[in-house]
């Protein structure tokens, strides 16, 4: 399985029997002997600094182990010591961890942590999202502030396409679906934002789903590129969006919900400081940092995730002095 697949679907795929039992566990009591950290170890550098030492966790994509770097280094800049452990796995498993301590932050995508902690959930804005998840989580668990940067599903066209159909958003691309091949992962048929959203959202119905299982990668690109298909489904904070000069249709009625970017935590441990911390990298992380990000560690530089957080936690001074 392709790693942007195991992607896909770790962060996005929050219906059936796997959220159901993965939201037991969440909500399971903290006191078990079981830990599905035991043997995992810690990495990164932590200086000696003030408050409890805070271990960060991801899921295991590079996205989200870019993330945990950036968290760990800005904490261990302010004098807060943090130690990072990467890759635990799918939300199912990182939300028991963060509940019963194994590692204490988190960080997760606005939108499907509320579906995931509320599968009614009918909130598709960043401001009504931001305003039910806290509601929501199980007790111990809190969020904080989110940041402008958002992963999530968008529909995207070449420039060409852009242009002769003048498109500029869904809305746009509504009218003329019928004469448009859509590039998505075969899940996309059957779920709430793919197909049946953009028929009941936009009155969007495709000439033809065209299936690829590469999560909007390589082969999914070079479909779009070729005009194979004019539209694909492509996570936004992927590199071949502004490296192919691609146009992501705006969503005005918010097919695909806002997916923000933010920590996810243990109110046990966390002080002031911390917090603060981790509020002030929010402020400042955008889409486009996220783009840049992913392209140091997944393209031709092959970062790894700590050497590029450290050197974005240095363009926007919240690096170690």
Do not use: H
């Amino acid at each position: 399985m392709k790693e942007s697949r195991q992607r896909g679907l770790g962060r996005r795929a929050f219906g059936g029997l796997a959220v159901g039992v993965g939201l037991a566990m969440a909500l399971s009591a903290c006191g078990g002997s079981s830990n599905p950290l035991s043997s995992a170890p810690a990495s990164s550098g932590a200086a000696s600094g003030s408050g409890s030492a805070l271990v960060i966790g991801s899921a295991d994509f590079p996205e989200s182990q870019i993330l945990a770097e950036v968290y760990a280094g800005a904490l261990n800049a302010a004098g807060v010591t943090a130690s990072t452990k990467p890759n635990i796995g799918s939300r199912e498993v990182y939300i028991k961890a963060v509940q019963d301590g194994s590692v204490d932050v988190v960080p997760d995508y606005s939108g499907n942590l509320l579906l995931y902690v509320n599968k009614d959930a009918t909130e598709v804005s960043a401001e009504d999202i931001a305003k039910a998840l806290p509601t929501k989580l199980p007790q111990g668990l809190a969020v904080l502030e989110a940041s402008k940067a958002e992963d999530k599903d968008a529909m995207v066209v070449t420039k060409a396409t852009a242009e002769k159909y003048q498109l500029k958003s869904i809305e746009d691309m509504a009218k003329v679906c019928s004469d448009l091949v859509i590039g998505a992962p075969a899940t996309f048929a059957e779920r709430a934002y793919g197909l049946p959203g953009l028929a009941k959202n936009y009155n969007c119905v495709p000439k033809k789903l065209e299936p690829f299982s590469d999560g909007g990668g390589a082969v999914t690109l070079k479909a779009l590129l070729s005009d194979q298909v004019q539209v694909a489904d492509i996570y936004t904070t992927t590199p071949s969006i502004p490296d192919n000069d691609l146009v992501v249709l705006e969503d005005p009625k918010n097919n695909f919900i806002a997916q923000q970017v933010l920590p996810l935590y243990n109110s046990a441990k966390m002080t002031d400081k911390a917090k603060e911390t981790l509020n002030a990298v929010s402020k400042v992380l955008t889409t486009e940092d996220l783009i840049n990000l992913n392209r140091a560690v997944s393209g031709s530089q092959k970062q790894n995730p700590k050497d590029a957080a450290e050197a974005w936690l240095k363009e926007k001074g919240l690096a170690q002095q």
